[in-house]
């Protein structure tokens, strides 16, 4: 199975500062077709996870433009320029270019 | 709008079975995979298996290997997961989250169902 890691495991951030979290896959998520499957989600708080970013930089239908994702073959990034109360929760990287889909551990986002 | 609504909580005692139904709406039923995503009190994320709606066939995470079924019934499309040999570790909220179009394996998962909080106790 690819084991998914993310750091860091918790981050405090005062409203308006920027954020960054960190994904790496224990191997290449870039298929033969070209695409990378890494994908980006976040569960608030009593809700299921939603989509943020799918293959890596591509955001969600309805996701702010705020949220940004980069990288490749195994190491990832979500970055959000500037935190809002609205997007504190756990985020978690996915894997889906074999199975079992793979998730990170999360990094839970709290607001100072 | 694509929806998924899972069926309500269940309290099962050790050794028992739960069965957990998953209905979509929104879109063709046959045309997405379904995956079952489970995730214990404070945890994250873990990965149960797959179903294709079309012709049933599975693919199950090897550690609930022998314990779990997913099946589908297309005319009310709906999605059962149903786990076996109930232990308190098994204490967790289950997901459904509709998956990548039958054409191709690999794709997000989304939307995903409300949960399912199956409670093992004693």
């Known amino acids: 199975d690819i084991v998914m890691t993310q750091t860091p495991l918790s981050l405090s951030v005062t409203p308006g500062q920027p954020a960054s979290i960190s994904c790496k896959s224990s191997q290449s998520l870039l298929h033969s077709d070209g695409k990378t499957y890494l994908y980006w989600y976040l569960q608030k708080p009593g809700q299921p996870p939603q989509l943020l970013i799918y293959?890596?930089?591509n955001r969600f239908s309805g996701v702010p433009d705020r949220f940004s994702g980069s990288g490749s073959g195994t190491d990832f990034t979500l970055k959000i320029s500037r935190v809002e109360a609205e997007d504190v929760g756990v985020y978690y990287c996915?894997?889906?270019?074999?199975?079992?889909?793979?998730f990170g551990q999360g990094t839970k986002v709290e607001i100072k | 709008q694509v929806q998924l609504v899972q069926s309500g909580a269940e309290v099962k005692k050790p050794g028992a079975s739960v069965k957990v139904s998953c209905k979509a709406s929104g879109y063709t039923f046959t045309s997405y995979y379904m995956h079952w995503v489970r995730q214990a009190p404070g945890q994250g994320l873990e990965w149960m298996g797959i179903i294709n709606p079309s012709g049933g066939s599975t693919s199950y995470a090897q550690k609930f290997q022998g314990r779990v079924t997913m099946t589908r019934d297309t005319s009310t499309s709906t999605v059962y997961m149903e786990l076996s040999s109930l232990r308190s570790e098994d204490t967790a909220v289950y997901y459904c989250?509709?998956?990548?179009?039958?054409?191709?394996?690999?794709?997000?998962?989304?939307?995903w169902g409300q949960g399912t909080l199956v409670t093992v106790s004693s």
């Open positions: 293959e890596v930089s």
């Open positions: 989250a509709r998956g990548a179009h039958i054409v191709v394996l690999q794709g997000w998962f989304d939307p």
């Open positions: 996915m894997q889906s270019i074999q199975l079992p889909p793979t």
